[in-house]
């Protein structure tokens, strides 16, 4: 667990709640999309993109999101998800999702999203601002 702390900047810590357990006795696979929803939000704030969103109408959408389930999550348990970034363009960004179980000791899923930014005013594309660049930069995945 120290480890996976040590490599990421931006973790959220989210308990897993008994219903979020399906018949099959685990966390449901439409629940980690809330568990992504949860930790990009709180990036979000982190950088500062949510006061951002409120001064200039301009913030983020999903234009794609993906899951990879590696093991089964149950309750009791509290998840750590943590969030890098990559492919940043002009108005875009990856993100990169990894959820480590603290009961298990091991990541059990990974998740990515594409966000592009939008203007909530005008309905249209719009470009990141440099200091939403420099931000996504900070917490950019190493190059491969």
């Given at each position: 667990m120290e480890q996976f702390i040590q490599q990421h900047s931006i973790i959220t810590e989210i308990p897993v709640a008994w219903g979020e357990m399906d018949a099959l006795n685990h966390v449901n696979n439409v629940v980690y999309f809330r568990y992504f929803e949860t930790a990009r939000i709180d990036f979000?704030?982190?950088?500062n993109m949510m006061d951002d969103l409120a001064?200039?109408?301009i913030g983020p959408v999903l234009s794609e999101t993906h899951?990879?389930?590696k093991r089964p999550v149950t309750f009791p348990d509290t998840l750590l998800v943590s969030v890098s970034i990559s492919d940043i363009q002009q108005?875009?960004?990856v993100m990169h999702y990894r959820i480590f179980s603290k009961a298990q000791q091991a990541v059990t899923t990974?998740?990515?999203a594409n966000v592009v930014m939008f203007n909530f005013k005008t309905g249209q594309k719009a470009t990141l601002t440099p200091e939403l660049l420099d931000a996504l930069k900070q917490h950019a995945e190493p190059s491969k």
């Open positions: 979000f704030s982190q950088i001064k200039t109408s899951a990879r389930y108005d875009r960004f990974t998740g990515t």
